[in-house]
C-alpha cells in the first residue's frame, strides 16, 4: 500500500522517534547498571536517602535549565542552538532516569534488612511512602523524556519557529512542574530525617517482631 505524500512527513518522523526513543531508554538502562555498583550500596537496618537522589537532582535541574533555554531561542528563531539545547535536554534527562534507576534500586534494597532475601515486614511509614512517590515520579520522568525526545525529532525536521513554538514551552513547563514535584518528595524525605519520623511496618504473620527503620541521609 503506497503511503502518500502528506503522511509520508508523519509516517518517517514515528520511525525516527522510535529510534530515538528505544536508544534514549537502552541508554537509561545502562547507566543504572553502571551506577547500581556504586550507588545502590548493600541494604542497612536503617532507611537512608539515596546519594543517587542528589546526583539525579542536579541533572533534573540542568535539564530544565536547558529546555527552558530551548524554549526561548526557537521564539527568537535561533533555531540552530534551539536544536543543540535540545539535544543537551535529552541527554540531562536520560542521564536522570538513569541514576534515579539507581537510587530507586537503593530504597527498595532498604525494604530488606542485612542477611535476608526477603522483607520481614511491610513498611507503611516515610520510607515506604517517599519509595511509592519516586517510583510514580521516575514514571512520569520517563514519559517526560519521551516528551522531549519527541520534540527534538521535529525540531531537526524544521516543524517549529518563532509563530509555532507551543509544544516545545509546553514541554518546557511539563519537565519544570515534575521538578517541583520532586523537590516535594525531597522536602517530605527531609522532614522525615530532621524531626526524627520513624517508619511504621506492618509485620509478615510469620515473623514475631515489628521493625521500626529510622529516616536518615546517607553519603
Known amino acids: 500500500m503506497s503511503i502518500s505524500p502528506s503522511a509520508h512527513p508523519r509516517s ?15 541508554a537509561t538502562v545502562l547507566i543504572a ?15 537512608v536517602m539515596p546519594i543517587a537522589f542528589w546526583i539525579s537532582t542536579a541533572f533534573l535541574f540542568a535539564g530544565s535549565v536547558t529546555l527552558q533555554r530551548a524554549a526561548w531561542l526557537v521564539r527568537v528563531q535561533q533555531l ?7 539535544v543537551i535536554s535529552l541527554t540531562a534527562g536520560t542521564m536522570f532516569v538513569g541514576v534515579q534507576i539507581c537510587g530507586l534500586w537503593r530504597l527498595v534494597q532498604n525494604q530488606t534488612r542485612p542477611g535476608q532475601s526477603l522483607p520481614d ?19 512520569h520522568f ?16 524544521n516543524r517549529y519557529d518563532h509563530e509555532y513554538s507551543s509544544g516545545v514551552t509546553f514541554c518546557a513547563w511539563f519537565w519544570h512542574t515534575l521538578g517541583i ?24 504473620p510469620n515473623v514475631g517482631h515489628i ?7 546517607s553519603v
Do not use: C, Q, Y
Open 181 to 204: 514535584v520532586w523537590m516535594m518528595i525531597l522536602a517530605l524525605f527531609a522532614a522525615g530525617a530532621l524531626t526524627g519520623f520513624e517508619a511504621i511496618s506492618v509485620p509478615d
Open 80 to 86: 540552530k542552538s534551539f536544536r543543540r539545547w535540545l
Open 12 to 26: 518517517l518522523l514515528a520511525r525516527r522517534f522510535f529510534v530515538l526513543s528505544s536508544g534514549l531508554l537502552a
Open 142 to 157: 520517563v514519559i517526560a523524556l519521551l516528551f522531549v525526545a519527541w520534540i527534538t525529532v521535529n525540531a531537526f525536521a
Open 33 to 47: 547498571m553502571a551506577g547500581i555498583p556504586w550507588l545502590g550500596h548493600a541494604p542497612s537496618d536503617r532507611s
Open 211 to 217: 521493625s521500626n527503620l529510622p529516616v536518615t541521609f
Open 121 to 139: 515486614s511491610a513498611e507503611t511509614g516515610a520510607n515506604a511512602l517517599v519509595a511509592m512517590f519516586a517510583g510514580l515520579h521516575g514514571v
